[in-house]
Each structure stands twice: as structure tokens, then as C-alpha cells.
């Protein structure tokens, strides 16, 4: 038998959207490349947990509009004019749904930039954090938390039951420590480091799979490294 013939078919992929699918470290972070901020502080203390994903955001949101206030919503999306898709992104999810599987991106960024992203490659649903405006489209000083940055597995296992998708079948793709809890017990996850993305052109996602598979052993977490999928291009 196979590497790919043992691995399970493949209906849904979720990805991460920041470093994944967008050549953006951070959608937090490229607001306060905007502003002229640096939250790295308060980055830290919530990485070590000493503070909430609420507070984290509020704190952004403040040292903000010590630059600026208000904050109007198309300042925002101007922010974001000159991000764009990692190499590959567009093809790889028209590969996967011309191939019948389900596409979400579950992130932790903002929603403002990652609902663009969705509707840029026709995603099948997402979920992100993201801002609350006032009446006159400025920006409040709260922040909207849908999903912890820690707790991806809760959401992807949500949205497998909402369409009633098999866990077994479900591969979910991040790029940092927080997304690793995006696998879900019976799932696949594939870390991409380094920013690597992989060039598919006219491939079935599983024989990538197989190759990392076979590369990481009989583990359900493959890790892309440079040396493993820089430059690679799959074919049929």
C-alpha cells in the first residue's frame, strides 16, 4: 500500500491566514508598522498569558489613537494596501476546491483584512478577531474576540460539525507556536516555517502529503522546512 493510499481523504483544509496565505508576518503588526507603534511588550505578556486576547487588542487599539484619533475605517483598510498573497496561495486553494474539498481560514488576525482575503480566493467560510466601530465608522477603543489565538482546535472542531465533516479528513496548515492548536485530536497539521510555501501547479494535495509523511514518519504533524518544500512543484 501507498504512503498517500494510508493517509485519510482529504475533505477539508483550514488555513491560518497571516504568514500562510498572506506574505504578512501579523495583520496586528502590519497596523502598527502604519501607526508607527511597536506592542512588543504586550505581545509577550500574552504570550506568556499574563494577559487577555480582549486586553492585547484594547492595548493596540490604544497606543494607536495616541498617534492618531479617530481612526476611521478606511485608514484601516488603506494599511493593508500593500500586503499581498504568499506565491502560490491563489492556486493551491483553487486546486482544493476544484477537487471537492472544503476551505476555511480560521485566524487569530484582523477581520477587516482577513475577510478580503476570503472573498479574494473564495474560501468556503472564516473566522477572525477584529474591531468594534462607532456610528460615524471610527474605531472604538474595544477590540472583537471570536476565537482565541491558543484555541484554533475549538473553532475547527465547530466548524467540522456545522458541515459535518469527518475530523479524519480534516487538514489544518499554520506557521507559528499559537497555531499548533489548530490540530484537532484525529486531524493533520502542517507547519510551514521560514515562509514557505509550496508551488502547487496541477497536483493532488495528498501526494505532498505523502512525501512529508514519509519524510516525518507515521506522526499526523509534518513540518515544511526549507529544505523539504522550498521550490517544490507537483505535478500529475
Not at 479528513?169 to 485530536?185: I, N
Amino acid at each position: 500500500m501507498s504512503e498517500a493510499q494510508q493517509l485519510p481523504q482529504t475533505t477539508c483544509v483550514v488555513f491560518d491566514c497571516d504568514g500562510v496565505l498572506v506574505d504578512a508576518v501579523s495583520s496586528w503588526r502590519t497596523l502598527h508598522d502604519h501607526f508607527g507603534t511597536d506592542n512588543s511588550l504586550h505581545l509577550q505578556r500574552f504570550i506568556r498569558g499574563e494577559i487577555t486576547d480582549a486586553e492585547f487588542m484594547r492595548s493596540d487599539i490604544q497606543m494607536w489613537k495616541e498617534v492618531q484619533d479617530p481612526i476611521h475605517r478606511d485608514e484601516l483598510f488603506r494599511a493593508y494596501s500593500g500586503v499581498a498573497l504568499m506565491k502560490g496561495a491563489r492556486e493551491l486553494v483553487e486546486l482544493l476546491k476544484s477537487n471537492g474539498i472544503f476551505v476555511a481560514i480560521v485566524s487569530a488576525g484582523v477581520d477587516l483584512f482577513v475577510s478580503s482575503i476570503a472573498a479574494m480566493l473564495k474560501v468556503d467560510d472564516w473566522i477572525a478577531n477584529g474591531f468594534v466601530f462607532n456610528d460615524d465608522e471610527t474605531l472604538s477603543d474595544e477590540g472583537v474576540c471570536r476565537l482565541h489565538a491558543t484555541g484554533k482546535g475549538e473553532v475547527i472542531q465547530r466548524l467540522l460539525d456545522m458541515n459535518n465533516l469527518d475530523v479524519q479528513g480534516c487538514v489544518s496548515v499554520g506557521d507559528s507556536e499559537m497555531d499548533l492548536s489548530m490540530h484537532v485530536d484525529g486531524s493533520r497539521f502542517i507547519g510551514l516555517t521560514q515562509h514557505v510555501i509550496v508551488r502547487f501547479q496541477r497536483s493532488k494535495m495528498l501526494e505532498l502529503m505523502s512525501s512529508w509523511a514519509k519524510t516525518w514518519g507515521s506522526s499526523y504533524h509534518y513540518f515544511a522546512l526549507n529544505n523539504q518544500a522550498n521550490g517544490i512543484d507537483v505535478d500529475t
